[in-house]
């Protein structure tokens, strides 16, 4: 039998790794942007815009006055925006034909900062399967997945093993994924979703985050001429 060509695949975290991904990049944020995006999109956004900053997220809705802001610092809701960070807070909403704009404390800082990368995907495990799929269709030779952690310097162990799933994917060594699910509900990030203390972190976030594969999209980042961000869906 013929044997498969699989692409070389470099692990890299946060910002830092962000801005050394080169190849076809896929940024992972599990808990809780990249899996909002994707629930985001399939609720019928016509747009969604991603930013890094508070300021500049504002400063958009200004330009798009039907707008809605979605987005987190440490995560809890910002003040004047709509939904917080939280898939279940939108789980049901209706965005057909929305703009939607979206900061994050990682996610989305690591869309902004990957100037070298020749493709940028979103990543999660609500879209995993579609990303294997994207990638393998694209026959990239060199794959970056880059794990964007909990906060600045602190690895998620949920956006780490993201990662390792697809990298086992891609080289045709699929792993178990309930066996992942359960590992993740007493690490240190999967924790919060099950104590009341935090009460910003919603149990059911844990479970929509976790639906592996539910959505056959990814979502690619495009660059407009003014170097705005925006993220296209794409089936697969």
Known sequence: MPTVAHPHIQMLDFVEGAKQSTGLT??????????????????????????????????????????????????RKVPGFAYNNSPTEIEAVDFQGQTII????????????????????TGGFVNA???????????SQL????????????LAEEDTACAVYLKAALEGKPLDFETIKQLLRYSYTGRKFFDPAEEWAIERDFELCLQLSRFDFVLRRQID???KLSLQKIEV
């Open 102 to 121: 979206h900061t994050t404390t990682n996610g989305t800082q690591g869309l902004v900062n990957a100037p070298a990368a020749n493709e940028v995907l």
């Open 26 to 75: 896929v940024i992972i944020d599990v808990f809780r942007a990249f899996s909002v995006a994707c629930y985001v999109v399939a609720n019928g956004a016509e747009r969604v815009i991603p930013v890094g900053s508070l300021e500049a997220a504002r400063r958009l809705a200004e330009n798009y006055p039907d707008s809605i802001l979605i987005g987190e610092r440490d995560g």
């Open 225 to 227: 001429r003014n170097g």
């Open 143 to 154: 794959v970056s997945l880059v794990a964007m952690g909990s906060s600045p310097g602190h």
């Open 129 to 139: 399967g579609a990303l294997v799929a994207y990638i393998q269709r694209q026959q």
